[in-house]
């Protein structure tokens, strides 16, 4: 029997209720699963919004579906990619095939948890069977609340079985890391919906309707399982085809491949920090905290609340006094500003003022900040999510009275976590730890600058299949290639070991010698200089035998703050770093580099669809040229007391350079100035680096910035976990516009450097000399390991090696070649006694 009467659907949770349309996923967002509506909840139980019967609950408790006795169907999803929890944080309170009333309980659920481990909590509820419907509310609603009215009856009727004789594919097996759930589900069913057969999908002895997203989601499929497509009617052939073909592909979701398939004794990653390590793994897991919601009155939970940051402002305080460099610093003595952040401290003190305990009310309002965070899809602003949620434990463990447990760590310990942060990096024990293997984070995170400054050899990205590796099992981190060798031979090992061991006497005669020129055995001398974003880190890499600043990233005096420095702070700092680089050393300061990709807090900006093609760097600048007419009086406070060039990030335009020199000229003008300091542009664009001939007469000289020119050359970004380890600046079509750059410079009598990472890798420095390159800005803990590789090179060689890289295929062949030439230098190179 249908239904004539509307059905009223209840709110299953409350919360604040949005469009499909804002939802953060394409697939729901399209309503390629169905229509409804979505709830930002504040509730943390799932209750039916309908009585019917539960028509399919997933084992892992992220959603569920209801039919009602009229064939209404409505399927609820827990946030979004919350199936690769795999059950975590979630209670399901009934079975499949149980019937329900309104309003029953049907799912418990952490959202504090889900919150901080997927990618948003945001839960939808969609009418899967197609009847249309009236929405009853908007804006803020409670749990049972009306909030659709369907009207039954006007659904397309699915077929039920086939009909006629059915055609069978082959079995396939199903590559999708988390099964047929809601979101390649819909995309199969979507696709089925074209053909007029019945198609059916098989596993073992269930069938599910291929038209029906709760049939495919309740055949319960995982990674592997061996599945059948059939079909009936005129068209089944091509149904099956498409459908195989579909399922094969991953309905939609990037899937590994049959052919590339690692073997199962070699696990790959993206390379954090550089280096080797024999050692046994270490599984490293957080304990889940107690959090008790209510609290024992809002004066006792606001004085623990204020012991608790206290505490964790001492505890950074100290990190930064151990830092090992003036970047860790920064990274520590930014996560103390977030300890400050009104908006954070607000919201924590108005759920105080509702009667919470010290642990939620701290705990809901950095949860609810990081998943702002994670869902703006920017690179970034996730790393800021990742220091937030670092500082978030620390204090709640600090409120809970929860000491950080030391690690029983093994000796040569190999960490493997789903993720390490900040504070648990810069803590490790490096004579315990000889390296770590994480599935998540990045090749720029803080966490990959603090291994590299630890000295530990690192790989992100890895397969979560490193995750069920049994401790104490004995494996090769080989970070250089990106690889985690499971069953490493004796020979391999020995290979490691006297690898080490000869890196660590190259290191000690690198620094013993950090204060020696950088000059080739033919006598052609390269400047070695720094890339800093502060004082400190002027004056180590003075230490370390830097030869001045290739470039000073000045956003570091607007990032993590509320409001822009002043012209008198800006210009302080300058001259300070100018007066302790002295008037023989160049100071290259960059311009702003902010924008889509790097927003500050207090610069309103419209979001962007693609921000690293957006509004970055110069173009920010000259949309508010008052920005940079301050910054450009800031940074000429500091002329004449060291060799001072300006230099502007993100140039694709001649018209772009000329706007700002004239600026520059009227603020020099302003102030007296009767010569301007040297101006050049940042070749980071393939357009900049193709008409380098072009810009040429009118720069004073070029700094090549190869991380953005390789993601844009090879259309990769460069912080993608899976395409990272591809966008690799040996490349040949990077290493050919670094050609066309120097040529263009040299034909005008201009010089050019590189500031980028390329500059910082050893195994580059050869190819870069023999293309001419000028001046190489490092990162600074590497500049005596590069003045010593510069010091083993001949000129004329490296010139025949630069040209015959130019004419490989590939970054890896690059590399290849490179190692070789490397090898073969070291033999020849004499042995400089300490």
């Not at 030869?547 to 005096?557: H, Q, T």
Request: hydrophobic share 45%; charged share 20%; glycine share 8%.
């Amino acid at each position: 029997m249908i239904a004539t009467q509307p059905l009223e659907l209840r709110a299953p949770l409350s919360g604040v209720l949005l469009a499909l349309d804002k939802v953060p996923d394409p697939v729901f967002a399209s309503r390629m699963i169905g229509d409804g509506l979505c709830i930002d909840p504040t509730s943390q139980t799932l209750c039916a919004p309908l009585a019917g019967v539960i028509s399919n609950i997933q084992d892992t408790g992220h959603a569920v579906s209801i039919t009602d006795d009229n064939g209404v169907q409505v399927l609820m999803h827990i946030g979004l990619d919350t199936v690769s929890l795999a059950g975590k944080g979630f209670t399901r309170l009934v079975e499949e095939g149980q019937r329900v009333e309104a309003g029953q309980a049907l799912i418990e659920f952490d959202a504090d948890y889900v919150a901080l481990n997927a990618r948003s909590v945001l839960t939808l509820m969609l009418v899967v069977s197609g009847e249309p419907f009236t929405p009853l509310a908007n804006g803020l609603v409670e749990l049972g609340q009306p909030v659709l009215q369907v009207a039954p009856g006007n659904r397309i009727e699915e077929a039920d079985e086939e009909e006629g004789d059915a055609l069978f594919s082959k079995p396939l097996t199903l590559p999708n890391a988390n099964g047929l759930h809601a979101r390649p589900a819909a995309v199969l069913a979507q696709a089925a919906k074209a053909f007029s057969a019945s198609i059916y999908l098989h596993k073992q002895t269930q069938s599910a309707n291929a038209k029906s997203l709760v049939a495919i989601m309740a055949l319960q499929t995982v990674q592997g399982d061996s599945l059948q497509v059939s079909a009936a009617g005129e068209d089944a052939e091509a149904a099956i085809a498409a459908l195989v073909a579909l399922l094969t592909q991953g309905c939609g979701e990037a899937v590994t491949t049959p052919t590339a398939v690692l073997p199962a004794t070699l696990l790959r990653g993206v390379c954090a920090s550089p280096g080797a390590a024999f050692g046994q793994v270490f599984q490293v897991a957080e304990p889940v905290l107690n959090i008790t919601e209510q609290g024992a009155g809002q004066a006792v939970e606001q004085a623990a609340l204020a012991r608790g940051l206290a505490a964790a402002t001492q505890a950074l305080q100290a990190l930064q006094d151990d830092a090992v460099g003036s970047a860790q610093a920064e990274i520590f003595r930014a996560h103390q500003e977030l300890l400050e952040d009104p908006t954070l401290l607000e919201q924590a003190h108005g759920l105080l003022a509702e009667g919470k305990s010290a642990a939620f009310a701290w705990n809901r309002a950095t949860a609810a900040t990081v998943e702002l965070f994670q869902g703006l899809g920017n690179a970034l602003i996730a790393e800021r999510a990742a220091d937030l949620a670092d500082v978030g434990q620390r204090v709640l463990k600090l409120i809970l009275g929860i000491q950080d447990s030391a690690w029983d760590l093994p000796e040569r310990a190999i960490l493997i976590a789903e993720q390490l942060t900040p504070s648990q990096t810069a803590s490790l024990d490096t004579r315990k730890v000889l390296g770590f293997v994480t599935v998540g984070g990045g090749a720029t995170s803080h966490v990959a600058i603090l291994a590299r400054a630890l000295g530990l050899p690192a790989i992100c990205g890895v397969s979560p299949e490193v995750l069920a590796l049994a401790n104490a099992r004995y494996v090769l981190l080989d970070a250089d290639q990106g690889t985690l060798q499971l069953d490493p031979d004796l020979a391999q090992i020995e290979q490691l070991e006297t690898a080490r061991a000869q890196q660590l006497l190259r290191h000690q005669r690198d620094m013993a010698q950090a204060g020696v020129p950088a000059i080739t055995r033919d006598g052609h001398h390269v400047e070695v200089t720094a890339n800093v974003a502060s004082l400190p880190e002027v004056e180590q890499s003075l230490g370390l035998g830097g030869e001045g600043v290739g470039l000073l990233r000045s956003e570091f005096l607007y990032l993590d703050r509320n409001r822009a420095p002043s012209p008198d702070e800006q210009a302080a700092t300058y001259t300070a770093i100018a007066r302790a680089l002295g008037t023989e050393r160049n100071l290259v300061v960059r311009t702003l580099d902010v924008g889509g990709d790097k927003p500050l807090a207090y610069v309103p900006m419209e979001a962007e669809n693609n921000p690293f093609l957006g509004l970055r760097g110069i173009r920010l600048c000259l949309e508010r040229p008052q920005l940079l007419r301050e910054q450009f009086r800031a940074i000429l406070a500091s002329a004449g007391f060291a060799r001072l060039h300006i230099m502007l990030p993100m140039v694709s335009l001649l018209s772009e350079l000329h706007l700002a020199r004239r600026i520059l000229q009227e603020e020099a003008a302003t102030l007296g100035l009767a010569t301007l300091p040297k101006l050049g542009i940042m070749i980071e664009v393939p357009s900049a680096a193709l008409m380098a001939d072009v810009f040429a007469p009118h720069v004073d000289f070029f700094s090549i910035g190869t991380n953005d020119l390789t993601q844009y050359t090879l259309a990769m970004d460069r912080d993608h976990p899976r395409l990272a380890s591809q966008a690799d600046s040996f490349h040949p079509a990077v290493l050919r516009l670094i050609d066309t750059t120097v040529k263009a410079a040299h034909a005008h009598g201009k010089w050019v450097g590189v500031c980028g990472a390329l500059a910082s890798e050893a195994l580059a420095v050869p190819v870069l000399i023999g293309l001419g390159v000028d001046e190489l800005s490092v990162s600074v803990p590497l500049i005596p390991t590069i003045k010593a590789t510069v010091r083993e090179l001949d000129l004329a060689d490296c010139q025949i090696i630069a040209r015959q890289v130019l004419g490989l295929e590939e970054a890896a062949q690059v590399r290849e070649a490179l190692r070789m030439y490397q090898a073969a230098t070291v033999e020849t190179s004499p042995v400089v006694e300490l």
